[in-house]
């Protein structure tokens, strides 16, 4: 069997179909209690460690990739749950005057970023979000070269996973 491939992130816990999975958050730091599920998952059973002490919210997790990436449903299973570190970083939000050019730029999304999520809405009265979920990091250069300069200013993008930094050995580096 080869070398399985590890990734941290931050998650929610929750129950789909009677089976407790985590869910990439979405870029919010409370779930929705009406939330729909996510485009990918990863299984957790009795052997995470870290399950007894986690209850509800953010948190972090480590995520062991069983195989290739599905277009959709489950993508490994969570084998580390531990406290999340900082909430989720808001964004700054898009003037009305500037929505149509966010939502003009969330069409062209690549599909090979593997979103998750990409969602235009009302940011607490303060303006607009466009918000884009990858699964992975997207490289700067690539998102220049496709949603051109100055994106950062009207889309906020934000990778859920990223792979686990060892220290080249088998314990994480810190």
Do not use: C
């Not at 220049?144 to 050995?169: F, M």
């Amino acid at each position: 069997m080869g070398v399985m491939s590890r990734y941290v992130g931050d998650v929610f816990v929750v129950h789909r179909k009677g089976v407790l999975v985590a869910e990439p958050t979405g870029g919010v730091a409370r779930r929705g209690a009406d939330a729909p599920p996510q485009t990918w998952s990863a299984t957790i059973d009795d052997e995470t460690a870290g399950l007894p002490q986690i209850s509800s919210g953010r948190v972090s997790a480590e995520i062991e990739f069983l195989s290739s990436i599905p277009d959709s449903g489950l993508i490994g299973r969570v084998v580390l749950l531990s406290p999340a570190a900082d909430a989720a970083q808001s964004s700054t939000g898009v003037s009305p005057a500037r929505a149509d050019d966010a939502m003009d730029l969330l069409e062209l999304v690549a599909d090979g970023w593997h979103p998750y999520e990409v969602r235009f809405g009302e940011l607490d009265g303060h303006g607009w979000e466009a918000f884009v979920g990858t699964l992975f990091p997207v490289p700067v250069e690539e998102i220049d070269a496709v949603l051109g300069a100055g994106w950062e200013q009207l889309v906020r993008i934000e990778p859920w996973l990223a792979p686990r930094r060892t220290n080249g050995g088998d314990r994480a580096a810190t």
